[in-house]
């Protein structure tokens, strides 16, 4: 398809689009009014009830884990798709040779950007541990800490390259992580049946409120999901990257790879 006629369906569809666009933003209610109660009653047990004052934690890890346990179910076989897909036009061996886009060689970094990276990295990796283990006290989650881990080593690559990269983010330890965190979320659910509750029921100590020990079995489940996403999105990386990796005899003068 050529560049114009990409540029002609985009406008159809913008036009064919654009009145149940604003016809549905008319329509949305006022910021901050609901017609929902489901907000209001969380509010107003989740704190007695789990003794967590992080309300979306509670929501996502046990008022509805189940649904959690799906999502998390579903990243994991996005991750495994997008490898399989990735690894079999490449090859297995990270000596394969990968797919080369003309035109665009790696560039050699400059020693800022190195600089940045390496000072970056810690600290980032740091707030995603933070942010993750104070999943049941303050906003953030396994989630979301589990992106910022991932960022974090991410950053390894825009300061050290490719080389680097690989050898403190190997790929079949990334790929034990996500996996081991995505087990581990259906393992708790396994202690509710133990004792003859539910699936994913809590019957682990409450904790207290505000604490980062707070929440039960939450503690867990939510270590799991930090782990699940952390290693899927840096197995991603890892792929991606291998895609962009230059040979040893192909590599630009000052680059690596």
Do not use: K
């Not at 907000?39 to 008022?63: C, K, L, P, Q, W």
């Amino acid at each position: 398809m050529t560049r114009t006629a990409r540029l002609l369906l985009f406008a159809l569809s913008c036009l064919v689009l654009a009145p149940a666009t604003l016809a549905l933003a008319w329509h949305m209610p006022a910021f901050g009014a609901h017609p929902l109660p489901y907000g209001e009653a969380i509010n107003a047990v989740a704190t007695a009830e789990r003794h967590v004052t992080n309300m979306v934690s509670a929501v996502n890890f046990d008022y509805r884990g189940i649904d959690t346990l799906g999502e998390e179910s579903m990243l994991l076989c996005a991750v495994t798709g997008v490898s399989v897909l990735l690894r079999g036009a490449r090859g297995e061996s990270t000596r394969a040779r990968p797919g080369r886009v003309h035109g665009q060689p790696l560039r050699p970094r400059s020693t800022a950007m190195t600089l940045i990276g390496r000072v970056a990295a810690p600290v980032v990796l740091l707030f995603g541990v933070y942010v993750a283990l104070h999943a049941m006290s303050t906003p953030g989650g396994g989630f979301q800490g589990g992106v910022i881990i991932a960022s974090g080593l991410l950053l390894a690559f825009l300061g050290d390259g490719y080389r680097t990269w690989r050898r403190i983010v190997p790929s079949h330890l990334m790929d034990a992580i996500e996996g081991g965190g995505a087990l581990l979320f259906a393992l708790s659910g396994l202690l509710g049946l133990l004792t003859g509750a539910a699936f994913l029921a809590n019957v682990l100590p409450f904790g207290e409120p505000g604490s980062v020990t707070s929440g039960g079995l939450m503690i867990p489940i939510n270590l799991g999901v930090a782990g699940a996403v952390a290693g899927g999105f840096a197995v991603l990386f890892g792929e991606f990257l291998e895609e962009t990796r230059v040979e040893l005899s192909d590599r630009p003068a000052g680059g690596d790879t």
